[in-house]
């Protein structure tokens, strides 16, 4: 069951921000528990909550506009890292919720 939190980000994300995208239901930050991310696909921004109420991250920038979110733990930390697939040059771009670069603009 979702916070009213949680549920109110993503309704705000999503109504306000054209073009919102739910990236999903993820552990951002390593604690065992789901986190709550949507992404900007008009600016690039991220936007991380935990279930807790912890901001994560809040309008974070990695993306734009032709960029695909594809979040995953692309380094094994367990914790999701945040991922874009740039479908124009069909380049990947990843840094951890902290971020250090793990990849960029590689094919």
């Known amino acids: 069951m979702k916070s ?10 999503c109504v306000s921000i054209a073009g919102a995208r739910h990236v999903g239901i993820n552990d ?3 604690d065992g528990v789901s ?3 949507v992404f900007d696909t ?7 909550q935990s279930i807790n109420g912890s901001g994560i991250l809040w309008k974070d920038p990695w993306g734009w506009s032709t960029a695909k979110p594809v979040a995953g733990d692309y380094d094994g ?3 999701w890292d945040q991922a874009v697939f740039d479908t124009v040059g069909g380049y990947w ?3 951890s919720p902290t971020g250090d670069t793990i990849l960029w603009a590689n094919q």
């Open 42 to 48: 008009v600016s690039g921004y991220w936007y991380v």
């Open 77 to 79: 930390d367990g914790k």
């Open 28 to 30: 951002y930050d390593g």
């Open 35 to 37: 986190d709550q991310a």
């Open 93 to 95: 771009y990843i840094k």
């Open 4 to 13: 009213m939190w949680l549920a109110g980000l993503e309704a705000y994300l």
